[in-house]
């Protein structure tokens, strides 16, 4: 009991750190313009179509960059100043984001604005992705970086949580376009936190005469001899397929047809995963760190969300369906976070970017995909049952991978020391730029 309130009180000692402070604050601020983003464009999209399977193209179309560009945005993440990446890349999801507030706004949007509009956010997240998380262990450095990555996840999701209840009230009370306008502003809090910063670059420029997809090679070849990497990559891929298609394509029309909701209860559903996710981070996810066995957590972590998914099917009633997917959310972060950390630790300094772009790929490209077929089954056979056919799916992977993955489920994590064959990193800078 001791070493779990230890791991609870340690968990924020990150915060210690002045510019991983300032950092997380900023974030703090933009993920909730956000999430006001996603809720709304999602109610968008179903009041413009009343279509699920919109919302699954929406998303295709806004992951899609993920799987086409990342052996280039790896190395790129390895070569450049990440810190000037990421201001590039909140100006340019600002700019879309008041482009959504314009055509809302004026009542000219259609959906062939938004899924091209979400085609370019795509492209632009792709970069800041991965260069936010190879930025936090930049930030924190790699004694603390698991527990940076679990910070960022608990600013993420209680972010998503208050940013997806407000969306209901702000589209009730003054229409789709305020949020917009909201995430729009939200991005000066991080390009002004990003400015103030200073921080040693850990990426290198002694490879930068291979070309990209030499590059990407040599982080599969490492990939290769990594199994327990790889396990990890499977279980974000798992668990992004069949959670996270139900929030971007099948909860607004779950909300509507199934519970008889308009955007106040399709919030609250957003709100309920939210704030489940947001207890994972603050008093599962320090605790299942300490634990050795990372197989058993991540399948148990299956096993959960698959339960949870099962129960929101079956429900019929507006507190169930949230206890429900409050849950059911409580496999990701975990996952997530076991993955992200690890992969930073396990990665030799001068490939993190990559690998980093990898983990992306593999647990968010096909978030997706997932998103475009089940939002298609639910326009076909109904959402309730879309849903239940995810719970199973999750189910019975993770006794799949059990059965088919080799020393798996007696898995230590260990951390092992970083190796680079680089030489040291320069003098963190002190003036302007």
Request: with cysteine.
């Amino acid at each position: 009991m001791a070493n779990v309130f230890a791991a609870l009180g340690s968990a924020f000692s990150p915060l210690r750190l002045p510019n991983f402070r300032l950092y997380i604050t900023s974030q703090l601020i933009s993920n909730v313009g956000t999430f006001l983003q996603v809720t709304a464009q999602s109610w968008v999209v179903w009041s413009l179509t009343g279509s699920s399977a919109a919302n699954g193209t929406v998303a295709l179309l806004n992951g899609l960059p993920l799987l086409l560009l990342t052996p280039w945005v790896g190395a790129w993440v390895d070569r450049l100043d990440r810190r000037k990446l990421l201001t590039a890349t909140q100006i340019g999801m600002m700019i879309v984001a008041f482009i959504l507030a314009t055509l809302v706004q004026s009542n000219t949007v259609q959906l062939w604005h938004v899924l091209v509009l979400s085609g370019v956010l795509g492209i632009i997240s792709t970069f800041d992705l991965t260069a936010h998380q190879t930025f936090l262990g930049d930030l924190a450095g790699m004694s603390e970086v698991r527990k940076a990555v679990n910070m960022n996840g608990m600013v993420l999701q209680g972010s998503r949580m208050f940013g997806s209840v407000a969306a209901g009230w702000i589209i009730a009370q003054m229409g789709p376009a305020t949020a917009f306008w909201i995430n729009g502003f939200s991005f000066i809090s991080v390009i002004i936190g990003l400015s103030l910063i200073r921080v040693a670059n850990a990426s290198r420029s002694d490879h930068e005469h291979k070309s990209p997809l030499s590059q990407m090679g040599d982080a599969l070849r490492f990939l290769r001899t990594q199994p327990r990497m790889q396990d990890m990559y499977m279980f974000t891929a798992v668990i992004t397929s069949c959670f996270w298609s139900i929030p971007l394509a099948l909860l607004p029309a779950y909300a509507d047809r199934v519970l008889g909701g308009d955007a106040a209860v399709y919030s609250g559903l957003q709100g309920a995963s939210g704030l489940g996710a947001l207890l994972t981070l603050l008093f599962i996810v320090p605790i299942t760190g300490t634990m050795k066995r990372g197989g058993v957590v991540m399948v148990g972590a299956l096993l959960v969300t698959g339960s949870a998914i099962l129960l929101l099917g079956l429900s019929r009633s507006l507190p169930l369906s949230m206890l429900a997917v409050g849950v059911a959310i409580s496999g990701s972060p975990i996952i997530f976070t076991m993955a992200m950390g690890l992969t930073q630790l396990m990665t030799p300094m001068e490939m993190r970017g990559r690998l980093i772009s990898l983990a992306t790929m593999i647990g968010l490209g096909v978030q997706p995909f997932a998103a475009l077929l089940m939002g298609g089954v639910g326009q076909v056979i109904g959402v309730e049952n879309a849903i239940l056919i995810n719970g199973t799916m999750c189910i019975l992977a993770a006794i799949g991978l059990v059965l088919t993955r080799r020393g798996l489920w007696s898995w230590q994590v260990v951390s092992p020391p970083q190796t680079s064959s680089l030489p040291d990193p320069a003098p963190i800078p002190t003036g302007a730029d």
